[in-house]
């Protein structure tokens, strides 16, 4: 049975780190695009970042290019969101999500094929 367990969310002060991990079984997990997403209270789900099977290439929405920084260890069947100079904005439930194929498609739902359960990650004061 596939599953995506993230792991890792917390109360953080703004300006602080935390590292988002995703643990995944179920399915040969070399294989596949590892997306995180957010959504925080009343809002849409929003794409925050892809990596790609190899962990060759990488996509990151503009709201968070040059502050997170997403990667996988294919060995452990594991891939990881480290967030850097949080801000309150950042407060939302995160999750991570299995694409359909080995490439990054866009940073939309419709890229999706399963979701993991979420984290909540809050960003305050």
């Known amino acids: 049975q596939l599953q995506l367990v993230e792991s890792g969310g917390g109360l953080v002060q703004p300006g602080g780190s935390l590292r988002l991990s995703c643990a995944a079984s179920g399915f040969t997990f070399s294989y596949y695009a590892i997306y995180w997403f957010r959504q925080a209270p009343g809002k849409d789900r929003e794409g925050v970042s892809c990596?790609?099977?190899?962990?060759?290439?990488?996509n990151y929405a503009d709201s968070v290019k040059g502050r997170f920084t997403i990667s996988r260890d294919n060995a452990k069947n594991t891939a990881y969101l480290q967030m850097n100079s949080l801000k309150p904005e950042d407060t939302a439930v995160y999750y991570c999500?299995?694409?359909?194929?080995?490439?990054?498609?866009?940073?939309?739902?419709?890229?999706?094929?399963?979701w993991g359960q979420g984290t909540q990650v809050t960003v305050s004061s």
């Open positions: 990596i790609s099977s190899s962990g060759g290439r990488t």
């Open positions: 999500a299995k694409g359909r194929y080995a490439s990054c498609l866009a940073l939309a739902v419709g890229s999706i094929a399963s």
